[in-house]
């Protein structure tokens, strides 16, 4: 009996064992906390993506190793106006989708050559480090430079009036560092700029990403300089390859 009794106990043990291996393995340690990157750090699940989903090596080595932040703007075609925004965030060596919405890009869709006045997004991953807008500060974590300048003129149509509400410069041809309505284009004004993430009308824009407001307000709160975001943007083909 006594020998009956011991080997229960040591099944029972070894299935306890089993157990807790495998709730670690479905991410307990590896969503935070001193496992992470400390010693005795468990490796990503197997199903953690490591790679932004649906951007090709050719872009992706392109997003700085130190960004934990990537919004990607799927382009739905190369000559569409409609596309959809993630946000990941990057957790160990897995990038998380954080939240998605619908959005716009250039009326005539995307260029890997962009020019003023084509009514085309520009392809390609670019750093975000300031915004501003017409309204006051919701809170962002970029530094946010507050300006009625920013106002969408009133011969524009009515629809258009808040686009610039709110604003998130994106890096294209500008100074870093500096207001997202500073005129400086250091490629020439013949390569466009004012290329901005902000709020949308309803349709296709110059050039820009447009998004709801409160999908602006949370990206303000949300994107943080220290973790160095950028934005990965084109239509889905030219993002794969």
């Known amino acids: 009996m006594r020998r009956n009794g011991a080997q229960r106990t040591a099944v029972a043990v070894a299935a306890l064992g089993t157990l807790l291996a495998a709730l670690s393995g479905c991410g307990g340690a590896g969503h935070g906390g001193a496992g992470e990157n400390g010693a005795g750090a468990k490796a990503a699940p197997a199903h953690a993506r490591t790679t932004v989903p649906g951007v090709g090596d050719r872009l992706h080595r392109l997003i700085p190793g130190d960004s934990g932040q990537v919004v990607a703007v799927y382009g739905e075609g190369a000559n569409s106006p409609d596309s959809t925004v993630v946000l990941y ?6 990038w998380d989708r954080t939240r998605s919405w619908p959005a716009h890009n250039g009326k005539k869709g995307w260029t890997a ?90 349709s296709g824009t110059s050039a820009c990403v ?32």
């Open 89 to 94: 965030t990057k957790r160990g060596s897995a």
């Open 210 to 241: 447009s998004l709801s407001k409160p999908a602006m307000e949370y990206l303000l709160r949300t994107l943080d300089p220290d973790r160095h975001p950028v934005v990965v943007m084109g239509d889905r083909d030219d993002l794969k390859a």
């Open 113 to 202: 050559d962009h020019h003023e006045g084509d009514k085309r997004s520009p392809v390609g991953v670019f750093t975000l480090t300031d915004a501003g807008g017409v309204l006051a500060d919701p809170g962002a974590r970029l530094p946010y430079t507050r300006d009625p300048s920013f106002a969408a003129p009133r011969w524009w149509a009515k629809s258009h009036w808040h686009d610039f509400d709110y604003v998130i410069a994106i890096d294209y041809n500008r100074v870093k560092g500096r207001p997202p309505n500073d005129p400086t284009r250091p490629e020439g004004d013949a390569k466009g700029g004012g290329i901005w993430l902000h709020m949308d009308h309803g």
